[in-house]
């Protein structure tokens, strides 16, 4: 099996994400997953659909999921953090 | 076919949002779409994470759909927007 090519989104500009995987595909990927957490989850929305209207019209989204993350915060609380991955592929 | 039920998140408080989707359900509703745009679509997951973990443990994510919603700014400048569905239904 293929190593899982990971874009991980945070608070940097939608293009930067858009790019990372963009270089992903053009080094052969056939797949990328995008991951986000938090606030930066409707940013990795916006990559993906950035990439659907401008760069890869027909980028085909294979899977989005949902789920939650405990994180522990500097003060030892915890705290349950929203995630969401979504799996982009070339299209054929 | 039954009318779709619909909780649009936005800026208030996650909690809200959990409490519409349950008074949906506890009303005869076997599904409910949450929809959201832009920012609004980290809450729209936190909605289902919460409703997952403290309310409806065996909650069925049947769909998510992302897209992108042109709007027109006061200034009459249009702009893109991210939009995301999610389909949960009510375990069987």
């Known amino acids: 099996m293929a190593e899982e090519k990971v874009v991980l989104v945070g608070r940097k500009p939608v293009m930067n ?7 992903f595909f053009n080094s052969g990927a ?11 989850i409707s940013r990795a929305v ?15 989204i294979k899977d989005i999921r ?4 405990q994180m522990e915060r500097p003060d030892g609380s915890k705290v349950n953090v929203s995630t969401m991955e979504i799996l982009i592929a070339k299209p054929k």
Chains 1, 2 share one sequence.
């Open 66 to 69: 949902i789920g939650t993350e």
């Open 30 to 40: 056939d797949e990328v997953t995008i991951k986000a957490r938090g606030r930066a």
């Open 46 to 60: 916006d990559t993906v659909e950035l990439m659907r209207k401008a760069f890869m019209k027909d980028l085909e």
């Open 17 to 23: 994400y858009v790019m990372a995987c963009l270089t």
